[in-house]
T-cell receptor, first 112, second 118 residues
Framework: DSGVTQTPKHLITATGQRVTLRCSPR?????VYWYQQSLDQGLQFLIQYYNGEERAKGNILERFSAQQFPDLHSELNLSSLELGDSALYFC???????????FGEGSRLTVL | AQKITQTQPGMFVQEKEAVTLDCTYD???????LFWYKQPSSGEMIFLIYQGSYDEQNATEGRYSLNFQKARKSANLVISASQLGDSAMYFC???????????????FGQGTILTVHP
């Protein structure tokens, strides 16, 4: 158990819909990261937040947005969903030092 | 831009034998970190080992060691005494330490599926 909690674990929805994925980082970790894992794109970094502020941005679509709240949990919002958005979405957290990221178990999104 | 290349889509190894998973990287940064993660069929990402670009000694963590050859830009993972539970997808990843920020923005390779035979 990495200590990073993601909900929901599985989500099935239709094209055009909007979903919210939630992440609670490890206790004490200030940084939260979102990654997308799909068959065609592999694992890709989406966005990073540190103590409530956006820190780095990767290949995140404009239809996607994220935020980190004062209690440090984070949400990833995916809107106008397309079939290609079907993927495993990981949240990870870390302290601001060199070292490993701790990943959650992922939220598997299926868009039908 | 950073790039990670894992040229072995799949590898097979006999239980109790050692196996090397290849990883080469490309970056123009001087300070960076290299990581290996394991992803079992259940889907979670498990951190295995880390190597900093300025570390002079190869990293080791239990049965895992990282064969770091900076001049060749390679960071191969060696698993000794393979176990059936080692069967999984293995990802090599890197991140730059440019600007002294954290290593959170990882670039991943495509992964290698390791199958351990009894």
């Amino acid at each position: 158990d990495s200590g990073v909690t993601q909900t929901p674990k599985h989500l099935i929805t239709a094209t055009g819909q909007r979903v919210t994925l939630r992440c609670s980082p490890r206790s004490g970790d200030l940084s939260v990261y979102w990654y997308q894992q799909s068959l065609d794109q592999g694992l890709q970094f989406l966005i990073q937040y540190y103590n409530g502020e956006e820190r780095a941005k990767g290949n995140i679509l404009e239809r996607f947005s994220a935020q980190q709240f004062p209690d440090l949990h984070s949400e990833l919002n995916l809107s106008s969903l397309e079939l290609g958005d079907s993927a495993l979405y990981f949240c990870a957290s870390s302290v601001e030092i060199v070292g490993e990221l701790f990943f959650g178990e992922g939220s598997r999104l299926t868009v039908l | 831009a950073q790039k990670i290349t894992q040229t072995q889509p799949g590898m097979f190894v006999q239980e109790k034998e050692a196996v090397t998973l290849d990883c080469t990287y490309d970056t123009s940064d001087q300070s960076y970190g290299l990581f290996w993660y394991k992803q079992p069929s259940s889907g979670e990402m498990i951190f295995l080992i880390y190597q900093g670009s300025y570390d002079e000694q190869n990293a080791t963590e239990g049965r895992y060691s990282l064969n770091f050859q900076k001049a060749r830009k390679s960071a191969n993972l060696v698993i000794s005494a393979s176990q059936l539970g080692d069967s999984a997808m293995y990802f090599c990843a890197m991140a730059s330490n440019a600007g002294g920020t954290s290593y959170g923005k990882l670039t991943f390779g495509q992964g290698t599926i390791l199958t351990v035979h009894p």
